[in-house]
């Protein structure tokens, strides 16, 4: 039986852009075998959409609340929604 699907949005702000974060999303996120993206947003905003096993977008929560080592990260949410089944796999967003 297959694992429930699950997707999310998390939203990462602070010293999060030009410090190499949507790569270390990227590589995280492919690690787990999600789907989805990660692009910057807003002036020090970063988002990420995951779709995939529900323990994995809560073990990148949890790797975005700490980012890399050169981020700074002021405040993380995370906003489930239903799967789109919209990804095949995970990108970089320009």
């Not at 787990?32 to 692009?39: C, D, E």
């Not at 779709?51 to 990148?60: N, Q, S, T, V, Y």
């Not at 929560?61 to 095949?88: L, N």
């Amino acid at each position: 039986m297959a694992k429930p699907e699950a997707a999310a949005r998390i939203v990462a702000r602070g010293k999060v852009q030009g410090v190499g974060f949507r790569y270390f999303v990227l590589q995280r996120a492919q690690e787990m075998r999600l789907r989805g993206f990660t692009r910057n947003i807003a002036n020090d905003e970063i988002e990420v959409v995951a779709e995939g096993d529900k323990l994995f977008i809560e073990d990148l929560f949890k790797a975005v609340q700490k980012g890399p080592s050169s981020s700074k990260i002021i405040d993380v949410t995370i906003a489930w929604r239903e799967p789109t089944d919209r990804y095949k796999t995970f990108e970089i967003k320009r």
